[in-house]
């Protein structure tokens, strides 16, 4: 029965190398009512082309896939496409697995033990723009946060990427999105993207708030302004 929700479904792309895994995933989520799969790959390489190609609204990708492992792929699409939403699929719990995908940029992190709910729970926590760790995880990932002392805070420029500094700069010499995007090879779209991402991160809203952010810190950027 057609009960007009199909324009709002969340558009889901599944990659994962196993495919009975991958079939009752898709049988799973489609029984939902509010998910949609769009697309199905068995690989990281896969997985790129098809969220270049279908922009799903979210990405399943299992972590260990052969050839190019979902680690890999998630960096990339990340990179290509910054307001990707990403959902990590793994086995492993272990700390440093953990870390490492939250580091490469994925905003979900579920493990295959979890419950079918859990799953939907994060995708739709996810496409609302929320972090997302299944509660098997979740104490790990505390502990690690209570180990944070071990290491030094990151500095503002740290939590930036490079694409992002480089970005920054450019706004610094009082270059446009559109003569930055020229520059860069990039959408204009993107450039928005990375300008938005690293302001939230800095957590300004202005480009006065900007300048005065880098001379407060004495950061190493627009120094001839």
Request: charged share 30%; net charge negative; with cysteine.
């Amino acid at each position: 029965m057609d009960d007009g929700r199909d324009s709002k479904k969340l558009r889901v792309l599944l990659a994962e190398d196993h495919a009975l895994l991958r079939q009752s995933l898709k049988a799973y989520l489609e029984t939902q009512g509010d998910c949609e799969v769009v697309g199905e790959a068995q690989d990281g390489r896969e997985a790129m082309r098809l969220y270049s190609e279908l922009k799903p609204d979210v990405v399943l990708m299992d972590l260990s896939m052969p050839g190019v492992d979902g680690m890999v792929a998630v960096r990339s699409i990340r990179r290509d496409f910054p307001e990707a939403r990403i959902i990590a699929l793994t086995a492993h719990r272990a700390e440093e697995y953990l870390h490492a995908a939250l580091d490469s940029g994925v905003d979900g992190y579920v493990v295959k033990a979890a419950s079918a709910e859990d799953l939907l729970t994060a995708i739709r926590a996810v496409c609302r723009g929320e972090a997302y760790v299944s509660p098997e995880v979740s104490a790990t990932l505390i502990n690690g946060y209570l180990r944070g002392s071990r290491a030094a805070k990151a500095t503002p420029l740290e939590m930036l990427t490079s694409r992002e500094k480089h970005i920054l700069e450019m706004v610094l010499s009082g270059m446009k999105n559109k003569e930055i995007a020229e520059k860069l090879f990039l959408s204009t779209r993107t450039v928005e993207k990375h300008r938005a991402n690293f302001m939230k991160k800095l957590g300004l809203h202005n480009l006065h708030q900007v300048r005065e952010f880098v001379k407060v810190h004495d950061l190493p950027l627009g120094e001839d302004l």
